[in-house]
């Protein structure tokens, strides 16, 4: 028989039940089993038969039992912590990773460590002090520390697991999430293409990214493949923040010439690019069209709205902390596991027909 919170009387009269601490002893007795057992089911261990996993599920739905995470951590090898590095100058990346990431720790019972590193720092005094004193079960890594070689050999040095995501290189070396940043690019050339555009402009995204080369060697691919030179001057270097951005716009329609286009390597330069044409009085896109990439917010509450790729940030963090709480690990000799996830080209009103 189960034991239910006992209640008193308030002054009107009414029952109401007394505040009772749930332990996992009170979800063993409500189901049935061993406490051993509650806590296989809780840590969703293996071999444990479907009919008891339900029961013990159950009772801790019935009993809003909610597990100590520190004492989780102390009776097994698990911490139950997931950690997240990033450097990214974009605010709505780093939004996107955090929410991705969350949502798929909550569902598991885990918690989201956040920390920003500074890569223009000395990493070692960043990094090595953090891992000594926090214990977490795995780190994903977002650009370009996911490609930082100090941050991914503390990491093995330390004997912690981690998850690349979007890395430009040296894949066989961990686990890793990405999208395809070259066709992407190489799509969203190939739409400005077809509006009519035969000069366009593109700025390239931070150079410790390895997808800024993806992106930019997309770019080349589409206007190599249709037949158009990428004429000089038209290429800028940018740093995937919204300055960069304007700077590089600043030099590509200064002068008389302009290209008709400009294709930037993420939303925060593309918003960049259209502060400058607003400047200038540039009609966008009657004058100019602008595209940008990974679909931030900025890229929807801007006037008029950003054509841009959808780049599944949330969705990649999500699956990085679901291969670190998994444990995947690669098999002798295999390489490591792995996911490319699909992206979307998102048209709207930015980019027109090339003017005459």
């Not at 698990?78 to 990773?97: C, E, R």
């Not at 366009?200 to 990214?209: K, L, M, R, T």
Request: aromatic share 6%; net charge negative.
């Amino acid at each position: 028989m189960a034991k239910y919170p006992p209640r008193r009387t308030d002054s009107a009269g009414r029952g109401t039940e007394l505040s009772v601490k749930v332990t996992i002893h009170d979800v063993a007795r409500e189901s049935g089993v061993s406490i051993k057992t509650v806590s296989r089911v809780l840590n969703r261990e293996p071999n444990v038969k479907a009919d008891t996993r339900d029961r013990v599920q159950a009772a801790v739905a019935a009993l809003n039992y909610r597990p100590n995470i520190s004492a989780r951590s102390l009776a097994g090898s698990k911490a139950y912590l997931i950690g997240v590095f990033f450097d990214n100058p974009s605010p709505g990346y780093v939004t996107d990773v955090q929410l991705g990431a969350i949502a798929r720790c909550r569902q598991e019972g885990y918690h989201l460590i956040v920390e920003p590193i500074d890569s223009t720092a000395d990493i070692h005094e960043q990094v090595e002090p953090m891992l000594a004193t926090l214990r977490m079960d795995g780190v994903i890594l977002t650009p370009p520390l996911s490609d930082h070689p100090v941050v991914l050999s503390a990491l093995e040095q330390a004997g912690v697991a981690y998850v690349r995501v979007a890395p430009g290189g040296d894949i066989d070396r961990a686990p890793w999430v990405s999208m395809d940043d070259r066709l992407a690019a190489y799509e969203m050339t190939r739409h400005l293409i077809g509006l009519g555009h035969r000069d366009i402009g593109f700025i390239i995204g931070h150079p410790d990214h390895g997808a800024s080369r993806l992106r930019h060697e997309g770019f080349r691919d589409a206007m190599r493949d249709s037949g158009l030179a990428v004429r000089e001057g038209r290429v800028e270097q940018g740093m995937f923040s919204f300055r960069s951005g304007f700077e590089a716009a600043e030099r590509l329609l200064g002068g008389a010439d302009r290209p008709t286009a400009i294709f930037a390597s993420n939303d925060d330069m593309a918003l960049g690019v259209m502060a400058v044409a607003n400047r200038l009085r540039l009609d966008v896109p009657a004058q100019l069209s602008v595209a940008g990439f990974d679909d931030t917010p900025g890229a929807k509450i801007t006037w008029p709205q950003l054509t841009t790729v959808r780049q599944p940030i949330a969705a990649m963090a999500g699956a990085a902390a679901d291969m670190l709480m998994r444990g995947v690990e690669r098999e002798d000799g295999a390489p490591p596991p792995s996911q490319v996830l699909d992206f979307e080209l998102v048209v709207r009103e930015s980019t027109g027909p090339a003017p005459r």
